[in-house]
Structures are given as C-alpha cells and as structure tokens.
C-alpha cells in the first residue's frame, strides 16, 4: 500500500512552495510553547527540496522555535494555574514533575538537553517560567540546543541532497508502517504491562 510514500510526495511538494519558510517558522514558534508537532517535520523535507537554503530554514527554525520558547516561558511564568490542568488533560503533568526535578539537578543544562532531543521542549520552557529559571541562561541553553538540533538536521539533509531524497521516496512506505508496527508493538507491551 503507497500511503506513506503519496505523504512524502506531497510533503515534498508543500516544502518547494513560496509561503514554506512561513509555515516552517509558525510550526516552530507554536511546538515550542503549546504545540505537539516538531518542526523537524518539515525542515528535513525543506531542506531536501532546497539544500541551497538548509542553513537559512536551520536559522528561522531556531529563531521561532526560541522565540516560542519564550512565550512558553512567560506562559509558566503568568498562566501557570490556568494551563495545569491542560498537563493533566493532556497527559504531560508526569512529565512536568520529572523535568522540575531535573531543573533542580541540572538548571541550565536541562533547557540544553531538551531543546536538542527529542524530549518534548515544551514542557521545559513552561517549567522554567513556573520555577523562575534567570531568564538570560535560559534564552542561551535555548539558542545553544534548538540550534545545534535544527543545523544538525538541516545539513544531513542538505548533504544528502536528491540522493537521499530518491531513496528516502523509494523506501518511504516500508519506514514508515515499520513505524506503524513499532509503535503498535511498544503500546501492546505497556499496557500490557
């Protein structure tokens, strides 16, 4: 079945459009402070389509992802009682209470951590308003992991070039219902468990 492949294709497609930068930065500024989609999503694709750019859809990834950042911040910050009920809802209050954990053993190097992994960045910004983290380290733990993550992705695309973009289209759908399998696996396993 082509389902992933047909994805990628239009993936591809909306990473060559004119307003793509846009939508990259607005990606970018909203996953950082309440959204769950990462915007590697569509930087991997963009910077496929247009190695030539890479570095500058690395760079306005990083601004808006920062940026959000800030206003995750700030939302910890300010609105702190209003959106914990919405970890709850949406499952993240475990991981609030772990990453507060963290800040106390790790402070700066948690923003660092979180904004190169895979961790939900989110969760980080808000936690380091709700604690008051000094807001100068956390804009730089910030700059330092959001963009050591973005150029990273964005130079292995653009070095992959039409190469990678080929292979990745050719074995698009057995990657991607191996991810299905995978997933449906480890969700067996928990609640198995």
């Given at each position: 079945m082509k389902f992933?492949?047909?994805?990628?294709?239009?993936?591809?497609?909306?990473?060559?459009?004119?307003?793509?930068?846009?939508?990259?930065?607005?990606?970018s500024f909203a996953e950082s402070s309440f959204f769950p989609v990462p915007?590697?999503?569509?930087?991997?694709?963009?910077?496929?389509?247009?190695?030539?750019?890479?570095?500058?859809?690395?760079?306005?990834?990083?601004?808006a992802s920062v940026a959000g950042g800030v206003a995750g911040y700030f939302i910890g910050l300010w609105a702190f009682d209003f959106i914990e009920p919405l970890l709850h809802d949406?499952?993240?209050?475990?991981?609030?209470?772990?990453?507060?954990?963290?800040?106390?053993?790790?402070?700066?190097?948690?923003i660092f951590v979180a904004g190169f992994s895979p961790i939900p960045y989110k969760v980080f910004t808000i936690t380091a308003g709700v604690i008051?983290?000094?807001?100068?380290?956390?804009?730089?733990?910030?700059?330092?992991?959001?963009?050591?993550?973005?150029?990273?992705?964005a130079a292995l695309m653009a070095l992959g070039g039409k190469p990678?973009?080929?292979k990745l289209h050719k074995y698009m759908d057995l990657i991607g219902w191996s991810t299905v399998a995978v997933i449906f696996v480890v969700l067996l396993v928990v609640k198995m468990q």
């Open positions: 992933f492949s047909s994805l990628y294709a239009r993936a591809m497609h909306w990473a060559r459009h004119p307003k793509a930068p846009w939508y990259l930065g607005g990606l915007p590697d999503v569509m930087l991997a694709p963009m910077s496929l389509a247009r190695p030539d750019k890479a570095w500058f859809f690395a760079l306005i990834t990083t601004l949406f499952g993240y209050h475990e991981k609030y209470l772990q990453v507060r954990d963290w800040f106390d053993a790790w402070g700066f190097w948690a008051s983290m000094s807001f100068v380290p956390f804009v730089l733990a910030s700059l330092i992991g959001r963009g050591g993550r973005f150029f990273l992705v990678m973009e080929d």
